[in-house]
């Protein structure tokens, strides 16, 4: 081996080490777990509330598990696209649930392309519901 071809497996082996550090920061941030904390996800998909029933509210899931549903129709979620990156901040946890009765989280989110910004539960339910 050559000495410029010992720089040239180092460099690709650094180049190899960076292109691992960026793959790892594509993917999402898990969900906050204490108001107050945020994370970043990609909108994994855009939807109504019920299925292919429009006028029926607003519905956005992410790659990292997360859901925000609405009654309403929002703008700005229905702005958002496949692939946008988006800040979730988890702003509110119901109080008093049953074991294991998660849903009712509510959450602020961003979206960094459009910028636009919608607060939405994780279900069309709090705790408790039906």
Do not use: F
């Given at each position: 081996?050559?000495?410029n071809?010992g720089v040239?497996?180092?460099?690709?082996?650094?180049?190899?080490?960076?292109?691992?550090v960026?793959a790892?920061?594509?993917?999402?941030?898990?969900?906050?777990?204490?108001?107050?904390?945020?994370?970043?996800?990609?909108?994994?998909?855009v939807?109504?509330?019920?299925e292919?029933?429009?006028?029926s509210?607003?519905a956005?899931?992410?790659?990292?598990g997360?859901?925000q549903?609405?009654y309403?129709?929002?703008?700005?979620?229905?702005?958002?696209?496949l692939?946008d990156?988006?800040?979730l901040?988890l702003?509110?946890?119901p109080?008093?649930?049953?074991?294991?009765?998660?849903?009712?989280?509510?959450y602020?989110?961003?979206?960094l392309?459009?910028?636009g910004?919608?607060?939405e539960?994780?279900?069309?339910?709090?705790?408790g519901g039906a």
């Amino acid at each position: 081996m050559t000495r410029n071809s010992g720089v040239a497996l180092r460099a690709l082996g650094g180049a190899a080490a960076l292109m691992s550090v960026v793959a790892g920061s594509a993917s999402a941030d898990p969900l906050p777990t204490q108001v107050g904390a945020c994370a970043v996800a990609t909108v994994k998909q855009v939807e109504t509330r019920l299925e292919n029933m429009p006028g029926s509210g607003s519905a956005i899931s992410y790659d990292n598990g997360g859901y925000q549903v609405s009654y309403d129709t929002v703008a700005a979620i229905d702005a958002s696209r496949l692939g946008d990156s988006v800040k979730l901040c988890l702003i509110s946890i119901p109080k008093n649930c049953p074991p294991g009765d998660s849903r009712g989280r509510i959450y602020g989110a961003t979206n960094l392309r459009t910028h636009g910004q919608w607060t939405e539960p994780d279900s069309e339910h709090a705790c408790g519901g039906a």
